[in-house]
C-alpha cells in the first residue's frame, strides 16, 4: 500500500524545486511526478517526466539566468494554486524579462504531481514586448478596445 502524504507537504516540496532550480537539480522532478505527469504552459504540453525534463534543460538552454520565485499558494483538496514570477534575459541582450502567473498543480495521495499547468498572459507578457509582432498585437489590441 502506498503512503498517504499530506497534500501541504508535497505542496512544499514542489516549490522548494522550482526555488532550487539549477541545470543540476533539473532531474530531481522524478522524485516528486508521476511517470506520465501533464505538464502545459503557452508554448510546450507534454506528458511525461522525460519530456519535462526536455522542456527544463532546454529553458537552461535558450535562457540566461531563468528563476521561479513562488509568491503564493492555496490548496484545494489535492490541487494547489501556485503564483509566481519567472524572470530571465535572453542571449541577444541584457535586458531582463519578467513574467508573471499562476500554475494549477494536481497531486495524488501519494504527493506526486500528477498535472501541472501554467496560466499567464502570452500575448501581453511576451509576444506584445517582440519588436515587430508586439506593434501588431498592441494596434489591434487598441483597436479592439474602442
Known sequence: MVERVPVEDA?????????????????RIDRLAVPDVHFKDPFNEVRSRDRLRHVFDQMFVKLVSPRFIIRDHAVSGQTAYLRWTFTFRTKAGPKQWVIEGM????????GHVVSHVDHWDAAEQFYERLPVLGWILRQI????AD
Open 11 to 27: 505542496v512544499a516540496a514542489y516549490i522548494r524545486y522550482y526555488a532550487d532550480l539549477t541545470p543540476q537539480t533539473v532531474s
Open 103 to 110: 500554475s494549477e498543480v494536481r497531486f495524488d495521495t501519494a
Open 141 to 144: 489590441k487598441a483597436r479592439m
